[in-house]
């Protein structure tokens, strides 16, 4: 179902074939929690804008409007109109931001509702039969998120936990895409690896998980504070332990500089609600840098946020109109912004793979790393 079609160093341009299309990586895959980019941004917009994979969430769905709806609406792709791949958290990372409002257990965690309060149980055969009702093309394993630092005996038990998750995971979508009634009967399992900070629990943890033999393999639990070189440290020390003919996915991250250092240790999968939140909040990522819109020198500027840039906003309208309409909270400003930062990470996407293909990755790497992370000097 993968192939690597070029690598450069440890960095890979693969093609992930799937039921639902191809998904060609290094891709980042635009965040839908709720069936839905934040930002009024339309399904049809996000494929003219290079989006190739929607993730969607399996907590947020099955609370609001319910995965039994959306299953009676022809699955999550049907309900929102994307004819392409989407990839379902499980869940998992819901054990971690909801800390104050779950107790775990080795059968499963018990959530209070954000939104009304009432007691709710997942565990991993709960969050199977949700994603399979969600229908997507790629569920992820129902797993512990462990926030950093913690201590070692705690990270070193979830971990236990994590994996006998994952198998009873596994044995319970195999018998739900058996089911006649199932509507993606091919869908695809993740496994996701934690440990934390530590080097041995994350070593022994992908170990484990990887004879399993799952169509792809996530890192899960950095970007959770701790430092970015800490992410790059684990990354690199647990992307040797990976299978090189499956995905690899970075959960939950990230800046377009800490996507530029994953790939180049071997990472071909990104998420990151990052474009979208920055974006509402006057935030442009840009070739030449940060953009951050309330500047005042932007209140009178006719460019473009980035004079470069092929999206919709940026051929259509200035700095100042944007910095106005955000400053004034109109919607259209939102939805402007956002339809650009996500332009800006698919075309920055598209661009590393170009990257790989033409051998010029490390050329690519060191010309715009520090960009990336500067704010605009114009």
Request: hydrophobic share 35%; aromatic share 8%.
């Amino acid at each position: 179902m993968f192939e690597i079609l070029k690598t450069e160093g440890r960095a890979r341009r693969g093609r992930f074939h799937t039921v639902h299309g191809d998904i060609e990586t290094p891709v980042f895959m635009n965040v839908g929690t709720a069936a839905a980019i934040k930002g009024g941004v339309s399904s049809r917009e996000l494929a003219v804008i290079g989006c190739q994979v929607q993730l969607s969430n399996t907590y947020h769905l099955h609370l609001r409007p319910g995965d039994e709806l959306i299953r009676e609406l022809g699955g999550v792709r049907s309900f929102m109109n994307w004819p392409r791949p989407v990839l379902t958290d499980s869940g998992g990372f819901q054990v971690y931001s909801l800390a104050k409002l779950r107790k775990i257990t080795d059968d499963g965690v018990y959530f209070s509702s954000h939104i009304d309060g009432r007691l709710i149980f997942m565990g991993p055969e709960e969050s199977m039969r949700i994603q399979s009702n969600l229908a997507s093309t790629i569920a992820m394993a129902f797993d512990e998120c462990v926030g950093n630092p913690a201590p070692y005996e705690y990270v070193e038990k979830s971990c236990r936990r994590t994996t006998l998750w994952l198998e009873r995971c596994r044995d319970e979508l195999e018998r739900l895409n058996s089911l006649p009634g199932t509507i993606n009967k091919q869908q695809l399992l993740f496994g996701i690896n934690q440990g934390g900070t530590y080097e041995d629990l994350r070593i022994r943890h992908m170990e484990s998980i990887v004879r399993l033999d799952l169509a792809g393999y996530a890192i899960g639990g950095l970007a959770v504070g701790e430092q970015p070189e800490e992410m790059y440290r684990i990354i690199d020390i647990v992307e040797p332990y990976m299978p090189q003919n499956k995905p690899r996915y970075l959960m939950g991250v990230g800046t377009p500089a800490d996507i530029l250092e994953a790939v180049r240790l071997g990472i071909d999968f990104f998420d990151c609600v990052l474009p979208a939140r920055n974006a509402r909040h006057g935030s442009l990522f840009t070739w030449q840098g940060k953009l951050k819109l309330f500047n005042e020198k932007y209140a009178r500027d006719p460019r473009p946020p980035d004079e470069g840039c092929g999206c919709p906003t940026c051929r259509n309208h200035s700095r100042a109109y944007l910095r106005h309409l955000i400053k004034a909270k109109e919607v259209l400003g939102m939805r402007l912004a956002v339809i650009h930062n996500l332009y800006f990470y698919n075309e920055l996407m598209q661009k590393i793979r170009e990257a790989i293909e033409g051998g010029c990755l490390e050329d690519f790497y060191n010309r715009y790393r520090i960009s990336l992370i500067e704010r605009i000097k114009d």
